[in-house]
């Protein structure tokens, strides 16, 4: 089975406060990409990041960081510093390498408070 | 830098009506792909096209609907006979020279079905 689960419904933060967006996927293929998405209010999806399943290093970029863990199936998503403008609903997404398509979990939204 | 671009960003229709929403694609993209999203729940997928042809659809994706490149740079999905569940934010997606590679989304077209 695929699938994608983001335990955390709705998250409020404090501007500058640090936040982890949990997410834990199901594959049965060796090889799959992992993928995170921001939804800001207007609609659009914004692509974030993309990970290789053959990939474990963590990633940053500015104040966003990964945490790629295959042992527990969970790609984290961390914002350091929290800005108003972080707030949105942020997706998780699997790709399998034996299926065409996205399986995306079923989101999570950050509101950051001024 | 490139994008998917949409159109409509918006349309209301009335039930029973057909609807054609539209995306150009990245320009040297070779795989393309329709989402929905209804308001409040996570993205779905619904067809993947290749080579002038569906590879992979869902369960959503019923006789009602159809998908067509009809001139080499436009994609379009139809909806025959719409319903009121066809209400939802539609998303159309380009991945480049292969399956594994990131799917980039366009801004969506918000659909309402009176």
């Known amino acids: 089975a695929q699938k994608v689960t983001q335990a955390q419904t709705e998250i409020s933060v404090v501007e500058k406060e640090d936040v982890t967006l949990d997410c834990v996927y199901e594959?049965?293929?060796?090889?799959?990409?992992l993928f995170w998405y921001k939804q800001p209010p207007s609609g659009e999806l914004v692509f974030l990041i993309r990970r290789n399943s053959f990939d474990e290093q963590n990633e940053i970029s500015g104040r966003y960081s990964w945490n790629f863990q295959k042992s527990t199936s969970s790609f984290n998503f961390t914002i350091t510093a929290s800005q108003v403008v972080d707030s949105a609903v942020y997706f998780c997404?699997?790709?399998?390498?034996?299926?065409?398509?996205?399986?995306f979990g079923s989101g999570t939204k950050l509101n950051v408070k001024p | 830098e490139p994008e998917v671009t949409q159109t409509p960003s918006h349309q209301v229709t009335q039930m029973g009506q057909e609807v054609i929403l539209r995306c150009v694609p990245i320009s040297n993209h070779l795989y393309f792909y329709w989402y929905r999203q209804i308001l409040g729940q996570k993205v779905e997928f619904l067809v993947s096209?290749?080579?002038?042809?569906?590879?992979?659809k869902s369960e959503i994706f019923d006789d009602q609907f159809s998908v067509e490149r009809p001139d080499g740079s436009n994609f379009t999905l139809k909806i025959r006979s719409t319903k009121l569940e066809d209400s939802a934010m539609y998303f159309c997606?380009?991945?480049?020279?292969?399956?594994?590679?990131?799917?980039?989304f366009g801004p969506g077209t918000r659909l309402l079905v009176l």
């Open positions: 594959t049965r293929d060796t090889t799959y990409y």
């Open positions: 997404a699997l790709l399998p390498d034996n299926f065409n398509k996205f399986y």
């Open positions: 997606a380009s991945g480049g020279l292969s399956t594994q590679e990131t799917q980039y």
């Open positions: 096209f290749y080579n002038n042809e569906i590879s992979e």
